[in-house]
């Protein structure tokens, strides 16, 4: 089969032939789609909230807050209880998702949950183009969260199983590319639709349906990881897929050996995933399910993503004009994922988390500075225009430090840092604690930046700080690695060393 040239590296490649087939690169594809469902609705959440013809039907106290102008302060306009449950109730039926997801993939595989994710993306978006009630909407948001909790889960663990060891960051961080896609197309999406009277709103949820489609029809035409497969006894299916992955002439008997060998280990102890993780041998891959899930929430993503309307509107935009800000803002996350997808396992991971952070801090520390020495607390006055043009700016500065960084690296480093064993468990977990964070911060952010106001950009400047600090002590390099070698990176990190070699000694002795 035709492929795609690969230059040679130093590392071993788990089935490493001279070429990438073009099938492991279409598997790939339709399987990092499933980003699009989540980013859709990241983009789409926003701005239908700040649609006049959506608050009128279902939040018309927000909606009378805003015609009060002059009366009310900006930055608590959107501080609603209510219109902040429609945003935040998917994420709490996505982390119950994400809980179940793990069992379910044990069950009937990656590739049937990605369907059904898909399947229940589908019947969400129905209900919310069709709402009549609150009631209805969040039904149909609870739908949409099991979706993207059962997608999120087992989208980027299928990537990092079926891509080669030396392409796998790539691969796996086109699920953040297509999660930018997805909200930049929702961005323009709000934008043609704002301009519709009375049922706009209506056809940019119901278009939420699109991407679900895409997924569904999808995971029809890829295969189940050779992992999965091999976890539920089926190893000529899983020969068949290795064989579809790596082409006709490679020689897959060595990778198809290394993955029944990682399965069997993981059969040797019976307990439940879930009590395994907790062993202390396990101990640095709990702490970065936990830490990389809860660090990714407190970059401040939340604020530049779901609210990005009200803070566009802050420093004197228009709602077209900040809807508009909000394309430019899709624009700029998803070119610099593009550019974070081809300098992945190049450059690797860690000096994409240093270069995203630094830029972070800069862009946060900058944006609270202009916002607190500009904007008075009541609004008988507007930004000057540059100091407004510095804002924009800064927060797509802020968008691109994300973008090539933690934004894909959220993804790649979960899918490919835990043994086969725990791997159900442990992204079960870090997706539970990234939708379980955006709950918390999607119920809560608005009545924090009414409180807080500007001091918020600080807040999480700070942060950004810590997680950064904590990246370069804490997480060892893993680009090139192939996944049945992982081990072997803990075991000579200069913390994690001390628990990961309890294992190695365990193995051996059992050999």
């Given at each position: 089969?035709?492929?795609?040239?690969?230059?040679?590296?130093?590392?071993?490649?788990?089935?490493?032939?001279?070429?990438?087939?073009?099938?492991?690169?279409?598997?790939?594809?339709?399987?990092?789609?499933?980003?699009?469902?989540?980013?859709?609705?990241?983009?789409?959440?926003?701005?239908?909230?700040?649609?006049?013809?959506?608050?009128?039907?279902?939040?018309?106290?927000?909606?009378?807050?805003?015609?009060?102008?002059?009366?009310?302060?900006?930055?608590?306009?959107?501080?609603?209880?209510?219109?902040?449950?429609?945003?935040?109730?998917?994420?709490?039926?996505?982390?119950?998702?994400?809980?179940?997801?793990?069992?379910?993939?044990?069950?009937?595989?990656?590739?049937?949950?990605?369907?059904?994710?898909?399947?229940?993306?589908?019947?969400?978006?129905?209900?919310?183009?069709?709402?009549?009630?609150?009631?209805?909407?969040?039904?149909?948001?609870?739908?949409?969260?099991?979706?993207?909790?059962?997608?999120?889960?087992?989208?980027?663990?299928?990537?990092?199983?079926?891509?080669?060891?030396?392409?796998?960051?790539?691969?796996?961080?086109?699920?953040?590319?297509?999660?930018?896609?997805?909200?930049?197309?929702?961005?323009?999406?709000?934008?043609?639709?704002?301009?519709?009277?009375?049922?706009?709103?209506?056809?940019?949820?119901?278009?939420?349906?699109?991407?679900?489609?895409?997924?569904?029809?999808?995971?029809?035409?890829?295969?189940?990881?050779?992992?999965?497969?091999?976890?539920?006894?089926?190893?000529?299916?899983?020969?068949?897929?290795?064989?579809?992955?790596?082409?006709?002439?490679?020689?897959?008997?060595?990778?198809?050996?290394?993955?029944?060998?990682?399965?069997?280990?993981?059969?040797?102890?019976?307990?439940?995933?879930?009590?395994?993780?907790?062993?202390?041998?396990?101990?640095?891959?709990?702490?970065?399910?936990?830490?990389?899930?809860?660090?990714?929430?407190?970059?401040?993503?939340?604020?530049?993503?779901?609210?990005?309307?009200?803070?566009?509107?802050?420093?004197?935009?228009?709602?077209?004009?900040?809807?508009?800000?909000?394309?430019?803002?899709?624009?700029?996350?998803?070119?610099?994922?593009?550019?974070?997808?081809?300098?992945?396992?190049?450059?690797?991971?860690?000096?994409?988390?240093?270069?995203?952070?630094?830029?972070?801090?800069?862009?946060?520390?900058?944006?609270?500075?202009?916002?607190?020495?500009?904007i008075r607390e009541s609004n008988d006055g507007?930004?000057?225009?540059?100091?407004?043009?510095?804002?924009?700016?800064?927060?797509?500065?802020?968008?691109?430090?994300?973008g090539v960084s933690w934004g894909p690296l959220?993804?790649?480093?979960?899918?490919e840092i835990f043994p086969v064993e725990i791997?159900?468990?442990?992204?079960?977990?870090?997706?539970?604690?990234?939708?379980?964070?955006?709950?918390?911060?999607?119920?809560?952010?608005?009545?924090?930046?009414?409180?807080?106001?500007?001091?918020?950009?600080?807040?999480?400047?700070?942060?950004?700080?810590?997680?950064?600090?904590?990246?370069?002590?804490?997480?060892?390099?893993?680009?090139?690695?192939?996944?049945?070698?992982?081990?072997?990176?803990?075991?000579?990190?200069?913390?994690?060393?001390?628990?990961?070699?309890?294992?190695?000694?365990?193995?051996?002795?059992?050999?």
């Amino acid at each position: 089969m035709e492929g795609f040239a690969v230059p040679s590296g130093s590392m071993p490649d788990r089935g490493a032939c001279a070429s990438l087939p073009f099938s492991v690169v279409l598997t790939c594809i339709m399987a990092a789609s499933g980003g699009l469902i989540f980013g859709y609705d990241i983009g789409i959440s926003g701005g239908v909230s700040s649609m006049e013809s959506f608050l009128s039907k279902f939040f018309p106290s927000v909606l009378l807050k805003m015609m009060e102008k002059g009366q009310n302060n900006e930055y608590c306009v959107y501080d609603s209880q209510a219109l902040m449950a429609f945003t935040s109730s998917l994420y709490i039926a996505g982390l119950l998702a994400s809980l179940m997801a793990g069992k379910v993939t044990k069950s009937i595989g990656r590739q049937v949950v990605m369907l059904l994710g898909g399947a229940m993306f589908f019947v969400g978006a129905a209900l919310n183009a069709g709402a009549v009630d609150i009631t209805m909407l969040i039904i149909g948001r609870m739908l949409l969260g099991f979706g993207v909790g059962f997608t999120n889960q087992a989208t980027p663990v299928y990537l990092a199983e079926v891509a080669p060891a030396r392409w796998r960051g790539a691969f796996t961080s086109g699920f953040q590319f297509f999660l930018a896609l997805g909200n930049l197309i929702a961005n323009l999406t709000n934008y043609g639709t704002n301009h519709i009277n009375r049922w706009g709103w209506r056809l940019s949820l119901g278009l939420a349906a699109a991407p679900a489609t895409i997924i569904v029809l999808g995971a029809f035409f890829i295969t189940d990881s050779p992992s999965s497969l091999v976890v539920r006894g089926k190893l000529d299916a899983a020969r068949a897929a290795l064989r579809r992955m790596r082409g006709p002439d490679a020689d897959i008997d060595a990778e198809l050996k290394n993955v029944i060998r990682s399965v069997e280990e993981s059969k040797k102890n019976e307990e439940e995933a879930y009590r395994r993780i907790i062993r202390r041998e396990y101990r640095p891959h709990l702490v970065m399910a936990v830490a990389v899930a809860l660090f990714f929430q407190l970059t401040g993503v939340i604020v530049i993503s779901f609210f990005s309307p009200l803070l566009f509107r802050t420093v004197g935009l228009g709602n077209d004009a900040a809807l508009v800000g909000a394309v430019i803002l899709g624009a700029v996350n998803l070119g610099s994922i593009s550019l974070s997808t081809f300098t992945i396992d190049r450059f690797g991971r860690r000096p994409l988390f240093m270069i995203g952070g630094i830029l972070m801090v800069v862009c946060q520390v900058a944006i609270a500075w202009i916002m607190g020495a500009q904007i008075r607390e009541s609004n008988d006055g507007k930004m000057p225009h540059g100091h407004a043009v510095a804002v924009l700016v800064l927060i797509c500065g802020h968008a691109a430090g994300f973008g090539v960084s933690w934004g894909p690296l959220n993804w790649v480093i979960p899918a490919e840092i835990f043994p086969v064993e725990i791997s159900s468990a442990g992204n079960g977990i870090t997706s539970a604690i990234g939708l379980g964070c955006t709950f918390i911060q999607t119920q809560t952010f608005l009545a924090m930046l009414c409180t807080f106001k500007y001091a918020t950009f600080a807040y999480y400047a700070v942060w950004i700080v810590t997680m950064t600090t904590f990246i370069a002590l804490f997480m060892p390099e893993t680009k090139g690695v192939p996944l049945e070698s992982m081990n072997s990176v803990w075991a000579r990190h200069w913390y994690w060393r001390r628990y990961v070699r309890e294992q190695n000694q365990v193995i051996h002795e059992s050999a």
